[in-house]
T-cell receptor, first 116, second 111 residues
Framework: GAVVSQHPSRVICKSGTSVKIECRSL??????MFWYRQFPKQSLMLMAT?????????EQGVEKDKFLINHASLTLSTLTVTSAHPEDSSFYIC????????????FGSGTQLSVL | QKEVEQDPGPLSVPEGAIVSLNCTYS??????FMWYRQYSRKGPELLMY????GNKEDGRFTAQVDKSSKYISLFIRDSQPSDSATYLC???????????FGKGTKLSVKP
């Protein structure tokens, strides 16, 4: 299957700082990448859809100024959690489809964010 | 009623057992059904992908979709300790629609 690389796998930061998470498609080009958030024992919740060369589409209730998404190339999307607070602590996962229809999604290994 | 319901478990079985994992859903527009396996603190891995009703087999894994009952299943034959993980069902309406996930069922296969 296709490989999606996500870094860092774990980050601990102080409240008020910003954290950047990278998502790369290693062996394919992804015009669209997706960012999810997962709380313990909960399902994955779609936060936003990242489109190469254009603005991201955010799901209802997700603050776009809080979660900045940049998709500058066909293989890289970044999620920046700005002015992080303890309630932002969660598991963040990116995914990408291997074709333009995004029928089958392949996921990164996730990033565990802990805000102190 | 939530769009996708999945029993979180945990489900514990002995090695070699047949495992049955299930999800129900309420949206009759769902046509694409997937099962993902997620190890602790890792991203989900696509296991099975099916369209509409019917069965699909891949090695020890069999996915079943019953659209009339809005019920999907994943069967694991000859379960192994390495199958211990959380299994998430996911589904969508059109081929490009948002993927809706179940909460996942945590499976433990004991040696």
């Amino acid at each position: 299957g296709a490989v999606v690389s996500q870094h860092p796998s774990r980050v601990i930061c102080k409240s008020g700082t910003s954290v950047k998470i990278e998502c790369r498609s290693l062996d394919f080009q992804a015009t669209t990448m997706f960012w999810y958030r997962q709380f313990p024992k909960q399902s994955l919740m779609l936060m936003a859809t990242s489109n190469e060369g254009s603005k991201a589409t955010y799901e209802q209730g997700v603050e776009k100024d809080k979660f900045l998404i940049n998709h500058a190339s066909l293989t890289l999307s970044t999620l920046t959690v700005t002015s992080a607070h303890p309630e932002d602590s969660s598991f963040y996962i990116c995914s990408a489809g291997i074709d333009s229809f995004n029928e089958k999604l392949f996921f990164g290994s996730g990033t565990q964010l802990s805000v102190l | 009623q939530k769009e996708v319901e999945q029993d979180p478990g945990p489900l514990s079985v002995p090695e070699g057992a047949i495992v049955s994992l299930n999800c129900t859903y309420s949206n009759s527009a769902f046509q694409y059904f997937m099962w993902y396996r997620q190890y602790s603190r890792k991203g989900p891995e696509l296991l099975m992908y099916t369209y509409s009703s019917g069965n699909k087999e891949d090695g020890r894994f069999t996915a079943q979709v019953d659209k009339s009952s809005k019920y999907i299943s994943l069967f694991i034959r000859d379960s192994q300790p390495s199958d211990s993980a959380t299994y998430l069902c996911a589904m969508r309406g059109g081929s490009q629609g948002n993927l809706i996930f179940g909460k996942g069922t945590k499976l433990s296969v004991k040696p």
